[in-house]
């Protein structure tokens, strides 16, 4: 039988119901209604809902701003009653522009966090709105910045072929989770993988996410940050699947070995030239069907697939296993790339050397990064002719 | 594709919203409905009895009475819980054919009908008008379930509708539903399990219980998924079983034979438990089979259920609210903050309010635009 923990009301067992629910307004729930909701003076003031959505805003206290988004401003925050419990409080932006209720991306964003449990995905830990009706995403608070962060500074932050595993595993197994739950990402890149304190790797931003359960329904090309975006999207395909993540996937690997974005398309018939370029050009034969999407055009003369040497003269630092995964994340056509399951058991993961412990890995310099540490290390992957190349993009970073 | 069978429910549905918040034991369920109801009941009554105050206050100093037109006279009779039910099934219905009419998919109904469930859990129907709510759980279901309808042209599609109709009672609804949207359906698990019974049938597959019944499948299966598109929705089971028995419970009532066989390929019949297994599964499925058979598909209500509706949509509209009748007014004000109005602009509104309360009291709520 399908019995939630959720609890009557009088015979509340409060902790039951706390521990099988990562939401917590579960509780407040399980109280069921008070009487001093019913005894509101006003009528349109507190009624059931609103009182628990009350109980829920007074557990958190809202602080500094940590940071801004496109749809949302991110708080520091902690609980009323435990100071140093800290959170981060993303309040979603009002949109003028959009007239139809609550946007999408909020909507996106709450429908699969409240969904989705596991180590590597941002937890959602409670919701709220405050006075204006704005809604209040509260999350865990993730204190050491994003891998956007760390491959940037390519002064401050060295790292390895065991510290790059360690984080490709952590967000192999966050997609591989996505997707076992039938549900698209769509829109993974560097700074949408955030750090925890202990140095776990968590995806966030589920504000383009969707689930793909149907696989006849049509669905918007319109998505993933352009360098990380795959031929099938560039082309216009309005039927994908899993695949478009784990192309994005690829990039992020082949971006933190050579610390750069690898393919950083000023417009999408760049990304399409850059494509074809590093990869291979798109065509009936590497991919049956591609030249019946609807915006499919390539540039003359067609490239050639580009072979394994190829891949080992620029990733070379990743290992033989290592360049294998990153060209079956990059294969042209969607049906024969890999998939997460795929890439969990893929041999990479038990050749030398071992992951990184994720309480070693290497930090983002000042604040907690110990210097001292960093320079025992191993030396990084770079040599001078990347950083040359990483110091012209460095102000890339800012792209939304 | 997925490593469980259809009887051995995933775990990861534990860990869904649908499991974790919106189900829950038949006594439980009843419990939050009772104190929901008579929690609105408390607040109308006290809300009424401040209503008669205004009033006699205003007739003795002689000033327009208009607002309390919407107050009844003599004790305000209040909706039982079995009373709100019916009414609440009643507008699922109606979602149902306001969904039909707009052309959505069934997905997007169906969310729509569990949403509105989901609400009235907390929510009392004397509180919230059903005929507004139906209609924002149906939009918002539009945009959860990926479907955009822009939001004039859903308007434009119903009488008597504008945009910030439907939006006003937007936030209220999201609250109501604890901001989880997702809703799992067994529409998918359906389909899943008749082709593996097509591919038992054909031979494809091992299940020589099942060898040659290719016809009966597909008879069992047609029949079953009209149970899911309303039995399914119209009742609780989706509070009480998971979506794999509900598929499997309405199989059952479509040919039980067909799905006994097909259950018995499914326990291994050399497990010590095997007997004592199945028949724990059967009396599960059995009780949600009964719970389905109370809504038939086909039928349309009896003459004489829609003469109680129409009887409790007039008890109804005595017992309203009277603060919660123009959800545009209070939204709007919740939005603003009444104090920042100049006095013209808030009796403007409160004549507005007033007019929609009567408009309002439509029974059966937003007629379709033919
Ligand atoms: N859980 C968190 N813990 C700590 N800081 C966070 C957390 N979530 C977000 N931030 C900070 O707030 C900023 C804004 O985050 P948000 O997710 O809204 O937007 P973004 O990902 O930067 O941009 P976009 O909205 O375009 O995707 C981030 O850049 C980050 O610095």
Redesign the pocket.
Known sequence: MAYSPLVVPGSADKSAATTKSKLSNTVVSSNAPTPEAGQSSNGAGNDLAEQMNEDEKQKYIKGKK?????????Y?GHLRDSPSTLV?I?KIKVQKEYTEGMAPDAIRELKHLQELSHPNI?SLLSVFSSKDQNLNLV?????L??LEMLIKDVDGVRYGAADIKAWMGMLTRAIWFCHENFVLHR?IKP??L?IAADGEV?L??F?LARSFSDPYRVMTSNVITRWYRPPELLFGAKHYSGAVDIWSVGLVFAELVIRTPYMAGDTEVHQVNLICQAIGTPNEDNWPGVSKLPEYTVPEPPNPIRGRDHYLGTFGTAGPEGVDLLMKTLILDPRKRITAREMLEHKWWSSDPKPTRKEELPKKSGGEAKLGEDLKRRPGILDDERSARVARKLDFGGM? | MTSTGPLNEDDRYRTSTQYRLWSFTPQSLHTFRTTTNQLAAERVREAVRRAREARSADDASGTDSRSASAVPEGEVDCLTVEEELKLIAFYCRQTLQLGDHLKVPTEVKATAIQYIKRFYITNSVMTYYPPDILKTALFFATKTENHYFRLTKFAEAMSKTKPEDILASEFLLTQGLRFTFDVRHPFRALEGAVMEMNAMASGEIDGPALKGMGRKVMMAHGKAREYLKTSALLTDVYFHYTPSQIMIASLMIADRELIQLYISTKIPSDHPSSPDLQAKILETLEQCAEMLKTVEPSADPAPAEKKEISALGKKLKKCRNPDMIDLVGLQRAKREGEEGLDEKVVKKRKLEREQSAKEGEDLFGPSLKK
């Open positions: 940590l940071g801004e988004g496109t749809y949302a401003n991110v520091l981060a993303k941002i999350l865990e608070f993730l204190p910045g994003d829109d700074n949408n955030l968590k966030a931003d504000g939304k």
